[in-house]
């Protein structure tokens, strides 16, 4: 099968990326990415490689391998332009996060989100982790002019994470953690007929995540053909149950 998976040119989840990639592909299929222009060969925010602060709060050795390969290759450096995607020839989508400024080129695309609008209406897969549920909200479906997830039930990176994170690095890297003056949960809410039923967190976690052996700190929601995930510590159960979806 083909996935779609957009990206901006430049600083994408590292792991919410390359994870999902790297399990797709070890499955038989083919994964294409997407930027904006195409032939464009984008990368990850490169302080998810590093270390965000002093060495910490980066991408786990294991991600950070996979996205070694990720950038070698043959779609990586041979990426299709949004404008230019035709949505019947993909059995799948995906929509990955991350929160650096580069990540605005793609979460407030016009044209990405038409594209995702198109998509939808085939009623085929689609996965959203983190930051990528905006994409998803922001976009509209054309008959009824509502968010794409007006009547579904999802997650999305939750206020008490995003806020956390900027608390706590804010004196060295400012608003690095803040996208949007609104905090996706909040965005992801109001896009939402009825968000106090629809909209879920999961069990609350800050810094244990899922890893390939064990699901323990793990959540996705899942709402028909329509799957989506909170943080890079979901991207291993994510990948997975989206293979099950495309699968299945």
Not at 84 to 97: C, H, R
Not at 133 to 139: F, H, K, N, S, T
Not at 140 to 158: E, M, N, W
Not at 177 to 188: G, K, L, S
Request: neutral net charge; glycine residues 8%.
């Amino acid at each position: 099968m083909r996935i779609l998976m957009p990206v901006p040119d430049r600083d994408f989840d590292v792991t919410e990326v390359a994870v999902p990639w790297r399990v797709l592909t070890e499955a038989g299929h083919q994964v294409v990415i997407a930027t904006e222009r195409g032939g464009t060969q984008p990368a990850a925010d490169p302080r998810l490689l590093t270390g965000v602060l002093l060495g910490q709060l980066g991408a786990a050795e294991e991600p950070r391998d996979f996205y070694e390969q990720l950038s070698r290759s043959y779609e990586f450096s041979n990426t299709i332009a949004w404008a230019g995607i035709d949505v019947t020839a993909y059995d799948g989508l995906l929509l990955p996060g991350g929160h650096a400024p580069g990540m605005r080129q793609y979460l407030g695309s016009a044209e990405l989100q038409r594209q995702v609008a198109n998509f939808w209406a085939l009623r085929r897969p689609v996965g959203a982790i983190c930051h990528g549920v905006l994409v998803l909200a922001r976009a509209q479906d054309p008959d009824t002019g509502r968010s794409l997830l007006a009547d579904r039930r999802t997650t999305c990176l939750p206020k008490y994470m995003e806020r956390t994170a900027y608390l706590s690095t804010a004196w060295r890297l400012g608003r690095y953690y803040r996208t949007y003056p609104a905090y996706v949960e909040d965005e992801v809410r109001s896009a939402l007929s009825s968000p106090e039923v629809q909209f879920t967190r999961g069990p609350r976690v800050l810094t244990r995540r899922g890893t390939a052996t064990d699901d323990t700190h793990a959540f996705v929601a899942e709402d028909g053909n329509y799957l989506s995930a909170r943080w890079p510590g979901d991207a291993y159960l994510f990948a997975r149950r989206f293979l099950e979806l495309l699968e299945g």
